[in-house]
């Protein structure tokens, strides 16, 4: 079966970094596009950052543009989201996602496969 595993979180001051990985197994890496959302307790789940599946095209919410980066391995079948400058408001937990279809890759509902998410907390 699909599963999609995230690592990487922790406990990091404001100003600091983190990478962010997400292992992928169950499924052909290479047809997919990737996409990392967050969700902070009492908010709405949303979308950080999507890869297409050639690894080139990349969208951000606004929120992260200039940040984060999202990049993808095809040889490894893990996209990783880099975070830089991290702000107390980036605190949530993070969960990686795979769209066979890349028509709604800013929508959880354009997503067909999800990790369990891992947890970012940075402390100001």
């Known amino acids: 079966q699909v599963q999609l595993v995230e690592s990487g979180g922790g406990l990091v001051q404001a100003g600091g970094s983190l990478r962010l990985s997400c292992a992928a197994s169950?499924?052909?890496?290479?047809?997919?596009?990737m996409g990392w959302f967050r969700q902070a307790p009492g908010k709405e789940r949303e979308f950080v950052a999507a890869?297409?599946?050639?690894?080139?095209?990349?969208w951000y919410a606004d929120s992260v543009k200039g940040r984060f980066t999202i990049s993808s391995d095809n040889g490894k079948n893990t996209v990783y989201l880099h975070m830089n400058s991290l702000k107390p408001e980036d605190t949530a937990d993070y969960s990686c996602?795979?769209?066979?279809?890349?028509?709604?890759?800013?929508?959880?509902?354009?997503?067909?496969?999800w990790g369990q998410g891992t947890q970012v907390t940075v402390s100001s």
């Open positions: 169950g499924l052909t890496f290479r047809r997919y596009n």
């Open positions: 996602a795979a769209a066979l279809e890349a028509n709604r890759l800013a929508s959880a509902g354009g997503y067909d496969y």
């Open positions: 890869v297409g599946r050639s690894g080139i095209s990349t």
